[in-house]
């Protein structure tokens, strides 16, 4: 997180003055880079692939994966970091060297990061291939339904590397030897005992009736039962407008939901709600559903409690007709502690993925952490990514627990500070930093429109900075100090919010350095937290949320501040946006996963829920009632997305903070050609309260907490026209005046904008249609 300003930190915004903030000279440079990188790119030999891709109706395009640049631009971005050039230097040196050695050895990364093309289960015409990487197995064989689990039937060979390999040629009449949805496991003879295991690579796998260990399944359905993608993919969106979701939570009713349930029901309302993304938890197979998907034990596999892999690819295919783009929550920052149905001790050593000892275990998460300097392990880790998105068509990642990866101490009883120290010293898991760095350049290199956002707790500078330029890569930070203040800001009284510390927040971030901002996400919806509608209105949710019932004092302070909060984590908290789905209506309670009581060693039981999946799904028809209050909420948050939609707000050039009032707990900025006021006084209201701004014309308002359909009080005029007049004003050239209800938030468009946005929605209606 991100608790105040860094030392030498450079800034999204500049302070002028106490009372305004500009982003300065940031827009020309940002032009100017962009216009160096895009010549650096022309001039640069690119390494081609050969093969191209087609993605649905779209003609097939070369994709490549650029060398090495040198690395030296975030000395420019930021100076700060000259003091750390020796560690910075080592770390893209050591990136360099594995690439030149991937090269040499591999033929590249694109042929490296294709492992699925090499291990596991491979179909030919004449038969099928089984490889398995286990160098601790002195034996191996291929044992499953096909063989009657026969142990001497299909023994595997093995290779210098550890590779175990065997061929079954096809059946007599020309079928495949492992019919498909058969199960299969590698018996192998290992240190620590004879072990039956998933196969590593398993591309599905399920948990039988009565069962606890799931069974490796053997999936290659008939060409004609394959699902064949319609629809091309997406565009990257300039600005991202993510609704975070789980498909097995995500029924009104207590069930695990399916992947087909998901598509028709819930990608259309994501659709009309105004996000363009849907990022979905939970996708890699996890045993223990608890988890959250974050204890993942088959790697290459979608989880099958929602489904199949072709219900999957459906539910990708439709979410892009909708033009949706379908984000994976993607684990590679640990995995399962799972022996008999994951990686742990595959081969009986405890080395094999993941580091042995202590530093190969997660101590609070209670799971195992890769090796990231392992050859293999990269091999593995590249390919799966490029995997979800070659294979399912998915338009990119959101990696989960990326400070726990790049720390040796996990981020765990550390507070970062902000000093550069904390970021670049012997804490810093180079080796990981790397495996981020590879992964990035794969994914931007053979998939130019995929999006890459890193779950990063630390506040790491170059995180956001392309490899080439000496950074992480990513194109997104997750700004998760954003959650955690309104939290600390929740538990306090209405007079103790400070205006200038709500700000500082949600402007504290790197420059050059995109975030998606978000009020909450899943993790402040889990049971033992509270969902910001929760904080706000506790107990009163369960009484007084009927419309035709009279409300209290905490249900309408509560509504009209879950309104303004989001709105303005929106409007200055980032490039990007995300939501927790059903938190766009306040949905009440809390999700707890349906779980038996836990028997500690000591003798002390925690107790469960009766395996109960009643606060294990999402109440979308408390939202979708017009005579609850949940609907209000609703309305503005669809409001919100669509207005972010049409000003392109979050990534606009021109912003600038002209107000923070202490006193009158008045916040005004501008974002484009919007002004937004956001009044937090408890009581006060203000007639005729000056707002600067930047251009001259006339205003009106586009957005308003206070409306009626939102749960309002309608006491604003959207009728109203707010003409400027020239004169500095809180740092700005011209102002004009508005009545700022108490508890609200009003946004005001240059007309002269909307007149445009009016003209070119008329243009494109009446425009023929072509061919």
């Avoid at 009927?546 to 302070?557: E, K, N, Q």
């Amino acid at each position: 997180m991100l608790p105040g300003r860094r030392n030498g930190e450079i800034t999204f915004y500049q302070e002028m003055s106490s009372c305004g903030q500009v982003l300065g000279d940031a827009e020309s440079l940002v032009m100017e880079d962009d216009k160096n990188v895009e010549e650096d790119e022309v001039k640069k030999e690119s390494v081609p692939l050969h093969e191209t891709i087609s993605i649905g109706k779209s003609e097939s395009k070369p994709r490549s994966i650029p060398p090495p640049g040198s690395g030296q631009r975030i000395y420019d971005i930021d100076p700060s970091l000259a003091g750390f050039r020796q560690h910075l230097d080592y770390r893209y040196s050591q990136y360099k060297r594995l690439r030149e050695e991937i090269d040499k050895y591999e033929g590249g990364l694109d042929a490296f990061s294709r492992g699925f093309e090499k291990f596991g289960f491979l179909r030919s015409e004449t038969g099928i291939t089984y490889r398995e990487w286990a160098p601790g197995a002195t034996w191996a064989a291929l044992i499953g339904d096909f063989n009657n689990w026969n142990p001497n039937a299909d023994v595997m060979t093995r290779n210098e590397f550890g590779v175990w390999e065997i061929f079954l040629p096809n059946n007599a009449d020309g079928s495949p030897p492992i019919p498909h949805g058969s199960r299969v496991k590698i018996r192998m003879d290992t240190p620590s005992g004879i072990k039956d295991s998933i196969p590593a690579w398993i591309k599905f796998s399920v948990q039988a009736p009565g069962e606890i260990p799931y069974n490796a399944i053997y999936y290659d359905p008939p060409k004609e039962e394959k699902y064949v993608f319609k629809h091309p993919q997406p565009k990257r969106p300039k600005s991202l407008r993510i609704y975070e979701s789980h498909v097995g939570m995500s029924s009104t009713e207590p069930i695990i939901n399916t992947y087909a349930n998901f598509r028709d029901d819930m990608l259309p309302r994501i659709k009309k709600l105004g996000y363009n993304a849907v990022q979905i938890m939970a996708i890699q197979e996890h045993s223990y559903y608890a988890s959250f998907g974050y204890h993942v034990t088959n790697f290459f596999a979608p989880s099958s409690r929602f489904g199949t892999p072709d219900d999957l690819k459906s539910l990708i295919d439709k979410a892009h007709e909708l033009g949706l783009l379908v984000l994976m929550d993607v684990v590679h920052s640990h995995a399962s502690n799972n022996t008999l149905d994951g990686l742990n001790m595959f081969d009986g050593t405890d080395s094999h993925y993941f580091h042995s000892g202590s530093r190969g275990h997660h101590w609070l998460w209670d799971s195992r952490l890769f090796n990231y300097g392992s050859w293999e392990v990269l091999r593995f880790l590249l390919s799966n990514a490029r995997w979800w998105l070659e294979e399912y068509r998915f338009d990119g990642f959101r990696f989960d627990g990326v400070t726990s990866m790049m720390y040796t101490h996990h981020g765990l009883q550390v507070a970062f500070t902000g000093n550069y120290n904390e970021y670049f010293g012997y804490a810093t898991d180079v080796d990981a930093v790397i495996y981020l760095m590879l992964v990035n350049d794969m994914i931007h290199g053979l998939f130019p429109e995929a999006v890459t956002i890193g779950e990063d707790v630390s506040g790491k500078p170059t995180f956001c900075i392309p490899v080439e330029d000496g950074g992480v890569g990513f194109d997104y930070r997750l700004h998760m100090a954003i959650a955690d203040k309104w939290i600390e800001i929740l538990k306090k009284r209405d007079e103790d919010w400070k205006m200038g510390d709500i700000v500082h927040t949600l402007t504290n971030r790197r420059w050059l350095e995109k975030c998606v901002a978000y009020a909450e996400s899943h993790d402040q919806a889990l049971v033992g937290d509270k969902t910001i509608a929760f904080w706000l209105m506790d107990k009163d949710m369960y009484d007084f949320m009927a419309r035709d019932r009279p409300s209290t004092p905490l249900i309408d302070r509560g509504i009209a501040l879950h309104k303004m909060i989001r709105l303005i984590t929106m409007g200055l908290g980032g490039e990007g946006y995300l939501n927790f789905m059903g938190n766009e209506f306040g949905h009440p309670e809390w999700i707890d996963f349906p779980r038996g009581d836990r028997h500690l060693p000591n003798g002390k039981v925690i107790p469960g829920n009766n395996h109960s999946y009643d606060k294990c799904r999402r109440r979308f028809d408390l939202g979708d009632a017009d005579y609850l209050r949940y609907h209000g909420m609703q309305e503005f948050d669809q409001a919100m997305q669509h207005l972010e939609e049409a000003y392109g707000f979050m990534t606009s050039e021109h912003q600038y903070i002209s107000r923070k009032d202490e006193g009158d707990r008045i916040i005004v900025f501008e974002r484009g050609n919007l002004v937004f006021v956001f009044n937090f006084h408890w009581t006060n209201s203000y007639s005729d309260y000056r707002v600067g701004c930047f251009k001259s014309g006339k205003y009106k308002i586009v957005l308003d907490s206070d409306d009626g359909l939102f749960g309002g009080f309608n006491r604003l005029s959207h009728d109203a026209e707010h003409f400027t007049f020239d004169g500095w004003y809180d740092n700005r050239p011209r102002s004009f005046m508005v009545y700022a209800p108490s508890r609200t938030a009003v946004v005001y468009a240059l007309v002269e904008d909307e007149e445009n946005e009016a003209k070119n929605e008329v243009e494109s209606e009446v425009k023929p249609a072509s061919g």
